[in-house]
Each structure stands twice: as structure tokens, then as C-alpha cells.
């Protein structure tokens, strides 16, 4: 089955500084990539997906970036803010609505 | 705040003994999921229905959990006989069947002694 690998696990910042988050997956149908944010005590929120017939997205101060040959994704998140804290996952799919396989979390932490 | 509901929010009990979580997701979607999540570690599909239909439950352990959604709506995960691995939190979520978003819930965190 599908698995998903995310470096680096953890990361520690200083608020305005930018950070980069590493995916790469094996499975060659897997077409759909949403990421998620988990703060503490709160439920895992979408913060942005990219299909594999897209190479880059861009939503505020996120850029998520898609390379289908060397099946690997990168997270950007610029300016950061305190409020970015948090474990930040990658996950998979090979279709709508199927279930996502995700990675272990990049823990981030943004220090004022 | 309107979301995907699950209940209890915490449970511990002891190896050997019965518990059952509830989900009531957000109104009108046809698709829940239900994902086991250990402490540090990525969420893990357990099982997802369309409606009231199983689609995969390859990854849920048969022999001690099920799970049941009978009218498409609300759904059950239930673990028969729980052991101390089965500790971590359970979360649901829910989406449309056509639609990419998945939205979660804010999960049951159990501990077994």
C-alpha cells in the first residue's frame, strides 16, 4: 500500500522566518495530496491539497509545490506567525473520497 | 461551532473491557470515514462508508472492532475487547462522495490500562 514519509519531523523557527516541509510517497496512483494542520486540542484543519496534474499551488502564504516523477511534494509556508504552530501532515490518495494515507507530522514551532 | 461531533471526547478503561464512540457528521455528506491516530504518529484509516455501505474495512482489526452506520447518517466504532495498543485517539470525518474536502472531527482519545 501507500506510504507517505515527511521531513523533517520537527522544525523550530523564528516568527517572519519561512519554512519548508518535505513529502515524498510510493505509490504511483496516487493523485490527490491534501495537507492538514493540527494545533493542540483541535481537530486536524485542511490547509491545502494539489491534484498530479498541477505542479504548484499558492493560497496565501502557502506554496505547495508537486513533482509526479520523483513522486515528492514540498510545503512553503512564508512570514510565519506564532499562530503556525503546530504538527503539519501530508497525506494521499488515489481518488475522491477514498481514504488518505497520511505521514508521521512535521511538528513546527514559530518563536516571536 | 457547526462540525463533524464525536462523543465521548475521552475514555479509559481496562484491558478486556468494551467501548463504543459515536459519530454524527456534518449534515447531507455521504461519506464517513473513521481513522485511528497513536500519539505522535499520522492518522490511520480504519474504515469508510458511502451511506449506509462499507466501501474498505480492510484495515480495521475484525476480530475486536466494528463499525456500523445503519441509515447513512450517524456511525459507531466499537472495540469488543480493547488492549493496551489500542490506545490513541479516534477520529471521524465526513465529506461528499464527489467532493475532495475532508473534514474532521475533533476525536475520542482512549487509553487503555
Known amino acids: 500500500g501507500e506510504q507517505v514519509e515527511q521531513l523533517p519531523s520537527s522544525l523550530i523557527v523564528q516568527e517572519g522566518a519561512s519554512v519548508l516541509i518535505n513529502c515524498s510517497y510510493t505509490d504511483s496512483a496516487s493523485v490527490y495530496f491534501p495537507w492538514y494542520k493540527q494545533e493542540p486540542g483541535k481537530r486536524l484543519q485542511f490547509i491545502i491539497d494539489i491534484r498530479s496534474n498541477m505542479e504548484r499551488k499558492q493560497t496565501q502564504r502557502l506554496t505547495l509545490l508537486f513533482d509526479k516523477k520523483t513522486k515528492h511534494l514540498s510545503l512553503h509556508i512564508t512570514a510565519t506567525q506564532p499562530g503556525d504552530s503546530a504538527i503539519y501532515f501530508c497525506?494521499?490518495?488515489?481518488?475522491?473520497?477514498?481514504?488518505?494515507?497520511f505521514g508521521l507530522g512535521t511538528r513546527v514551532s514559530v518563536f516571536p | 461551532e457547526a462540525g463533524v461531533t464525536q462523543s465521548p471526547r475521552y475514555a479509559v478503561l481496562q484491558e478486556g473491557q468494551a467501548v463504543s464512540f459515536w459519530c454524527d457528521p456534518i449534515s447531507g455528506h455521504d461519506t464517513l470515514y473513521w481513522y485511528q491516530q497513536p500519539r505522535d504518529q499520522g492518522p490511520q484509516l480504519l474504515v469508510y462508508f458511502r451511506d449506509e455501505a462499507v466501501i474498505d474495512n480492510s484495515q480495521l482489526p475484525s476480530d475486536r472492532f466494528s463499525a456500523v452506520r445503519p441509515k447513512g447518517t450517524n456511525s459507531t466504532l466499537k472495540i469488543q475487547s480493547a488492549k493496551q495498543g489500542d490506545t490513541a485517539t479516534y477520529l471521524c470525518a465526513s465529506s461528499f462522495w464527489t467532493n475532495t474536502e475532508v473534514f474532521f472531527g475533533k476525536g475520542t482519545r482512549l487509553t487503555v490500562v
Open positions: 497525506s494521499a490518495s488515489d481518488s475522491y473520497a477514498q481514504g488518505l494515507t
